[in-house]
């Protein structure tokens, strides 16, 4: 079964996903994230076409992923010497 791109997408930098850097503090890594789903957020995304409302949401699930470990200073702590 071939899978499109979306379903099979490869591990990714959690800190790309919220537009951020490995150096930046707790505090910018907060910002970036609220940016990212005040924007995506899918109350947002009413009135999209189904297109662009389902990538939109991929966007938000993604942000909010990123900050779940990120945003937890232990793991993102873990996430850090996973990477390298």
Known sequence: MNRGMSEQMPPEDLYSVLGAGHSDSPQQLKDKYKQLAL?????RLRGLGSTEAEAGLQRFLEAER?????????ARSQYDLQRK
């Open 66 to 74: 990123a900050w779940r470990v990120l945003g937890d200073p232990e």
């Open 39 to 43: 924007k995506y957020h899918p109350d």
